[in-house]
Nanobody, 126 residues
Framework: QVQLVESGGGLVQPGGSLRLSCAGS????????LAWFRQAPGKEREGVSC????????YYVESLEGRFTISRDNAKKLVYLQMNNLKPEDTAVYYC???????????????????WGQGIQVTVST
């Protein structure tokens, strides 16, 4: 069974950077789409970024304004989220998710993903 574990979160000052990692296990191949979601206090969980399995094409929600970058390393079974110029409103629990998909697409709908990590806290504050 697929399992995902996030790491790399913590406390950072506004304008700083963090790189989140998500380690996967139990994959049966390299045909999984991967995504990052986040949930801020008092708000619903929202999609942040996703990356496809076939061409490693990345997609981002427009509101991030180019501050975040997603990447994957299939050999190490890792997906990363590089977060730059962090703002207080980025404070949230961040989750990685994956779904078996052989196409060159991914989605920001929670219901599309079958496997989830437990989440990791990111706090942006002085």
């Amino acid at each position: 069974q697929v399992q995902l574990v996030e790491s790399g979160g913590g406390l950072v000052q506004p304008g700083g950077s963090l790189r989140l990692s998500c380690a996967g296990s139990g994959f049966t191949g390299d045909i999984y789409a991967l995504a990052w979601f986040r949930q801020a206090p008092g708000k619903e969980r929202e999609g942040v970024s996703c990356i496809t399995s076939s061409e490693r094409r990345a997609y981002y929600v427009e509101s991030l304004e180019g501050r975040f970058t997603i990447s994957r390393d299939n050999a190490k079974k890792l997906v990363y989220l590089q977060m730059n110029n962090l703002k207080p409103e980025d404070t949230a629990v961040y989750y990685c998710a994956t779904e078996r998909s052989s196409g060159n697409s991914c989605r920001f709908a929670q219901s599309w993903y079958s496997y989830w990590g437990q989440g990791i806290q990111v706090t942006v504050s002085t």
